[in-house]
């Protein structure tokens, strides 16, 4: 075994030389089995020049950075002088080991010697070692001291050569398999992956135990098989009509000795004729099914590249061999199990209701595997040439991602026209029959708020809500220098982004599974993500949101305002968020912690639901009465004639009415003329908006309607009056306005701070509208959703009638 003398190293960085760049296969591990946890502290052991510490630091991590080479920490001191967060410390760990390592709250002189650490206060989450294990002259002492060092649930990161890819004249630099296996020893958890031809490991707990085995032949237990997923230039898989009258994928046992990439490439050629590369054959999972008294074990192995005829070689076996569209899966009536399980493990969603199997991943860098028909392409045109027809991709880079990311693959389980109908999302997960709880927004919205980010090449943004096909847009528009981290709570739907994106993604998409309402505190960028776009309803502004976001970036984000909902963008300047855009539009609700239930109060025997959207409950106390009694109408004069926009009036409303709710009830109810309606609550009493046609046309277009106020309860008229107003102010001074400037204050951010305008409470935020002439501040008592009064609107007539 070859040391390097300690003076070479001073040697080495003196004369400006460095070691290989840390890779993005590298930081893309690191993010996701290491992400930082709040407060997060990492050691980098043999750091360099700086460049992983660096990296740590843009993680979340605060870092200690140690080398013993003092040219080592010149250079990174001078080179990431900008760099808060990082402390550049210089020690020997084979001299004197850990224990002058400084605690949290130390300095760094510059020089940390080898003195103790009393306080015991030196604790990390992570310590890394890159490119520098196979230095250490005593590897086995020196990582189980840095593993005393670990709090609980902390990891060593260990990144490496291997000789299998490293030239023999720089052996010493690599470490061999048996060097390798050495190093896991004594860890409970031991993961390891590649990264462009290094080893990762991932090393976690104290085993604290060992074992002692002997040498034997067991029962057998088990039955494992590969299973190959092959597709062809269109896109479609490989099945095989058994004589059994099933379909399966090309696949079999696995021999002794055969590697299970070996073996699929084997049953392929000898099953289909078709040959392919070992080195083009990747192990994507491998299942377990122990449903059955016999174990089955498949590993699914990807074959990205092949060569050959299709021809039926085994015709004892099967029928006949065919390619077959993704979305068509679901319907080929009988497949063969381990097949199916295979098949949705490549292709999450395209045979739903399987029952489960345990899953392994292998994370390896499987390359993306190309292949579509010319529908798609066709397609996708036609859906970007609408889109931009319509004026919702202005931006060039939008323009070009909607014409190049091929959507239909994000979606595998659908048509390919239903993937490129520009109007319509496709679900991909439900909740329960008819309950959306993620999927593929409608073209034209994702283009919209993916131009109102105003992304320049280059850039990182971050996606809350994840599914594949958004972020690869994105990723597409900030190009190779870019990177898109995407966060979700469902690991499904992480799980399906990632292997989705694997398929048929640029590399540049991070999934990370957690709730997004807290953003991605592991992978947030020196300075901040430029970007942040929010794929689900959000009924209040996350603090991790603005405080993750740079300084100028925007937030475009789908913002509930009294159950009406718009995507935002807003631009973050200090601690504030200023609005800059606003789009109809309406999106799944968030399932995470900030997730809240409406407060509904049901009415006439269930007939009639309140929703107080805006979250504060109201007193429905007396309305069961009123609804008993007459009900009286007020027209507003406020007359429009066919397809008309009011969408402002609804967040108008919301926001300047006191008392704010809105009712549903079922189609054809008696007691309320619109379905879903906005109201006002208050004093036993109710007031709701509707449409009555005061016109009939042959047309749709030469018909008209009248805005009306129906109202019911003692104090009904005084409310239908000020409903009334509400309609007459919007259209007199807010109609031809559109949208209202606001601004998003942090929650307990002082009256006499906020700017004039009608203020919206939310738990975590307070929102501040301004509209054309509401130019004072409307806070507490006189706020939307409390109690209050809003302005009377003289001179209106009230027509009394029944509640027929």
């Known amino acids: 075994m070859r040391q390097v003398r300690k003076e070479a190293w001073q040697e080495h960085y003196e004369g400006g030389r460095g070691f290989r760049p840390l890779g993005d296969a590298e930081r893309a591990l690191l993010a996701e089995h290491v992400p930082a946890p709040e407060g997060g502290r990492a050691l980098d052991a043999g750091c360099g020049t700086g460049e992983l510490a660096v990296a740590l630091v843009g993680m979340g991590y605060r870092v200690d950075a140690v080398d013993f080479a003092e040219g080592a920490l010149v250079r990174a001191r001078a080179e990431h002088a900008t760099v808060r967060g990082v402390r550049w410390l210089r020690l020997d760990l084979d001299q004197c080991g850990l224990p002058g390592l400084p605690g949290p709250a130390d300095g760094d002189d510059g020089d940390n010697g080898c003195e103790g650490d009393e306080g015991g206060e030196g604790r990390y989450d992570l310590v890394t070692l890159r490119l520098s294990v196979a230095f250490l002259r005593d590897r086995s002492s020196v990582l189980r001291a840095l593993r005393a060092r670990l709090r609980e649930g902390g990891a060593i990161v260990v990144i490496t050569p291997v000789v299998e890819h490293t030239p023999p004249d720089k052996r010493h630099i690599a470490l061999d398999e048996n060097e390798l296996s050495s190093i896991t020893d004594g860890f409970e958890e031991a993961l390891r992956f590649e990264a462009d031809g290094l080893a990762v490991l991932v090393l976690r707990g104290a085993d604290g135990s060992f074992t002692a085995v002997e040498k034997g032949r067991p029962n057998p237990q088990a039955v494992a098989g590969a299973a190959a997923v092959v597709t062809d230039a269109a896109g479609r898989v490989l099945l095989g009509r058994s004589v059994k009258g099933m379909w399966e994928l090309p696949g079999g046992r696995i021999e002794a000795g055969e590697s299970a990439q070996a073996a699929a490439v084997r049953e392929l050629a000898e099953e289909t004729g078709l040959t392919a590369r070992v080195e083009d054959a990747h192990v994507i999972t491998v299942l377990h099914d122990d449903r059955l008294d016999m174990r089955r074990i498949s590993p699914v192995v990807r074959v990205t590249e092949w060569d050959g005829e299709l021809t039926l070689r085994e015709p004892d076996k099967f029928v006949r061999w065919e390619w077959h569209p993704l979305h068509t899966l679901a319907t080929l009536g009988t497949i063969f199990m381990p097949s199916a399980q295979s098949l949705n ?306 967040i108008f409303a919301a926001s300047t009415l006191a008392g704010f709710c809105r009712l549903t009830v079922p189609d054809g109810s008696e007691l309320v003329a619109q379905r879903d309606a906005a109201a006002v609550v208050a004093d036993g009493s109710l007031a709701y908006l509707t449409l009555v046609k005061v016109h009939e046309a042959p047309e749709p277009a030469g018909s008209r309607h009248e805005f009306y106020i129906h109202a019911y309860g003692p104090a009904g008229p005084e409310l239908a009056r000020r409903f009334a107003a509400c309609v007459r102010t919007w259209d007199r001074d807010v109609r031809a306005s559109g949208y209202p400037s606001m601004s998003v204050h942090p929650g307990g951010t002082p009256d006499d701070h906020l700017p004039p305008g009608d203020v919206l409470e939310k738990p975590a935020s307070r929102l501040v509208l301004g509209w054309p002439g509401r130019g004072v501040r409307v806070t507490g008592q006189d706020a939307p959703g409390v109690r209050g009064t809003a302005p009377d609107a003289p001179g209106e007539t009230v027509v009394v009638g029944q509640n027929t």
Not at 482 to 503: F, K, N, S
Not at 506 to 529: E, I, N, Q
């Open 345 to 650: 493990a490549v292709f999450p969603g395209v045979l739903p209701g399987l029952p489960p199997v345990h899953s392994y991943p292998c994370v390896s860098a499987v390359p993306p595997v190309p292949g579509e028909p010319a529908e798609a392409a066709r397609l996708r045109e036609r859906m970007a040439d609408r889109v931009i027809h319509e004026g919702w991709a202005p931006c060039a880079r939008v323009r070009a991602a909607l014409r190049a990311v091929p959507r239909h693959r994000f979606v595998p389980e659908v048509p390919l026209t239903a993937a490129y109908r520009d109007d319509h999302a496709v679900v991909t997960v439900r909740e329960a029959p008819g309950t959306a709880v993620s999927s593929v927004s409608a073209a034209w919205l994702q283009a919209d708020m993916a131009g109102q980010l105003r992304l320049e090449p280059g850039m990182n943004v971050l996606e809350v809500g994840s599914g594949g096909y958004n972020a690869e847009l994105l990723a597409h528009i900030v190009g190779e220098r870019g990177r898109v981290v995407t966060v979700d709570l469902d690991p499904y739907v992480v799980h399906r982004t990632r292997r989705l994106c694997a398929e048929a993604g640029s590399g540049r998409v991070t999934a990370v599974l957690g709730d997004g309402g807290g953003g991605a505190p592991a992978h947030v960028p020196a300075g901040g993500f430029d970007g942040i776009i929010i794929t689900h309803t959000a009924t209040d502004i996350a603090p991790a949101w603005r405080d993750q976001l740079a300084e100028g970036g925007r937030l475009v984000v789908p913002l509930e305002i009294g159950g009406y909902t718009r995507s935002v963008t807003l631009v973050r300047r200090g601690d504030t968020l200023h609005a800059e855009h606003w789009t109809y539009c309406g999106f799944v609700r968030d399932r995470g912690a900030a997730a809240r239930a409406v407060p509904v109060d049901r009415l006439a025997d269930g007939a009639v639901a309140v929703r107080w959207e805006n979250g504060v409950p109201g007193d429905t106390g007396g309305l069961d009465d009123a609804l008993c009694g007459p009900r009286h109408e007020l027209a507003t004069g406020l007359v429009v004639s066919g397809r008309f926009n009011f969408e402002t009036l609804q």
